[in-house]
Nanobody
Framework: QVQLVESGGGLVQTGGSLRLSCAASGRTFSSAVMGWFRQAPGKEREFVAA????????YYKESVKGRFTISRDNAKNTLYLQMNSLKPEDTAVYYC??????????????????WGQGTQVTVSN
């Protein structure tokens, strides 16, 4: 079993920055893809960004391109999401997810095998 623990959420003003972290642990961690999703109140969980653990190819939701950067530290088994120029519409619970095997376009929540508990990000006006 794999455990994912997010941290780094909080309250920030519009235009501010936050850096989310996701620490992976458990049986020998092996993941082909890791991603970030978010869910705002009353809305479905949506894809934000993903990265291939080997090679580092990245994928982003259109509305966060140029503002968010996903990265990973393979040695630390840690995933990051640097969020800049935050907007009120970025307010949501952010979840880290991992998929065991490779997939062509890892943007659907159904593709992921493991999930963290989530961390709240609130962007005020």
């Amino acid at each position: 079993q794999v455990q994912l623990v997010e941290s780094g959420g909080g309250l920030v003003q519009t235009g501010g920055s936050l850096r989310l972290s996701c620490a992976a642990s458990g049986r020998t961690f092996s993941s082909a893809v890791m991603g970030w999703f978010r869910q705002a109140p009353g809305k479905e969980r949506e894809f934000v960004a993903a990265i291939r653990w080997i090679g580092g190819s990245t994928y982003y939701k259109e509305s966060v391109k140029g503002r968010f950067t996903i990265s990973r530290d393979n040695a630390k088994n840690t995933l990051y999401l640097q969020m800049n120029s935050l907007k009120p519409e970025d307010t949501a619970v952010y979840y880290c997810a991992a998929r065991r095997t490779a997939v062509l376009v890892p943007t659907s929540a159904r593709m992921y095998d493991y999930w963290g508990q989530g961390t709240q990000v609130t962007v005020s006006n």
